[in-house]
């Protein structure tokens, strides 16, 4: 009780610290500027101890929103020329100048979770905050789903950067020509545990591609270097729909639409089955090929309800594979690194949404196994950006807000 009193606390100094005034940084250095979906989880640990708060976090990230809608993956408030690459790459456009892409929308399926928690006081700001939700929710189905299958354009728009679900589709990415640039991840961080600079240099290229189109949507949807499905992406903003359509119920809305959009992605989930992997994938869209990896994207198919009994079977075996949560990456696989950032490690925010879809589902043992093995991860290793699954040791940025969060909502608690 003594330690769980002493995270508490900790992971609120942490929160705070990271407090940029109406904004929170993923953490100190490492990542200086707000970053969409990092965000989001950030005012899911506020409101645990200061709603009014919470909800400031997730308005400031939507005041940047795009007349079509998106809501952009990172938001440069303040200028840091040690970030890389900041606006002037980007060339985002906007006030404050924006990135080019977006990330997962797990917006109303956290603010739907905070509003329930105290609905008079949420009332004015889910308010507010439904439209807008409704007017991204339409941006990714007009820009970032194909046959009913939610894509991203860029590693990044997963929030999975390296995970080894790209691996096709980075292959067939030029980097060759991105010219000299300074990465300030690894002066941070151990570069083990970090992209490597093939990765990069791909990254930098499909971002130099998206701006020569001045971040025309619809041509980086054709014509950019970089197009897979995601079904991660997809369990995400299926469930967004759901918590998105709920909410629009008890405003009193017609919610028609968007429970349209839910039955579109519904539909299309058998289409996201790779039946040599046995599991939900990935495809690359330019090679034709399946990534044939199991991960994130198919454990987050509980996360939208989705029943599976081969799934079940898939997930346990792996998950019996490491000590300390749901790895990132299959254990069994050639590429599985439990270090290197989406290439293996066990991340807190991803637990937690496994876990939402857990309880959803009525596995309350496999939600409480987790939220055991997630509570111990992070009293080993701290507030980390992520976990090493085997040992529980930290991995990449420390004091991380996200790591926190979830903290507070959801592993710290009973």
Partial sequence: M?????????????????????????????????????????AWG???????????????LFASQKADGMVPHIIFHQVDPGYFPG??????????????????PVAAILARLMWEGDRDAGRAAITALYPKMVAWHRWWMEHRVVDGVAVVTHPWESGRDNCPDWDHGMAGVDGSNVGEYHRR????????????????DRYLAIVYAGRSMGWDQARVLAEGPFLMTDPAVHFILLRAMDDLAAIGRDLGQDVAEVEGWAETLRAAVPDMWNPDLGAYDAYDLKSGQWANNL??????????????????????KAWDKVRYGIPSADPEGATFNPKRYWRGPSWAVMNALIALGFQRMGHEAWDARLRRETADMIRIGGFAEYHDPLDGSPCGGANFSWTAAIWLTWAGRD
């Fill in 185 to 200: 991840d690894t002066g941070h961080v151990d570069a083990d545990m970090r992209p490597k600079k093939i990765d990069y």
């Fill in 46 to 60: 506020f409101s645990t101890f200061d709603l009014p708060r919470a909800w400031v976090e997730i308005e400031t």
């Fill in 295 to 316: 991960g994130t994207g198919a454990w987050l198919s509980y996360l939208a309800g989705v029943e599976n009994a081969a799934m079940d079977a898939r997930l346990t």
């Fill in 87 to 104: 606006p002037d790459v980007w060339q985002g456009g906007g006030e404050p100048p924006t990135s080019g892409i977006s990330q997962p």
């Fill in 2 to 42: 003594t330690m769980t009193v002493e995270l508490d606390a900790r992971a609120k100094e942490i929160l705070r610290g990271n407090d940029r005034g109406g904004y929170t940084v993923p953490t100190h250095g490492l990542y200086p500027y707000q970053w969409n979906w990092d965000s989001v989880f950030s």
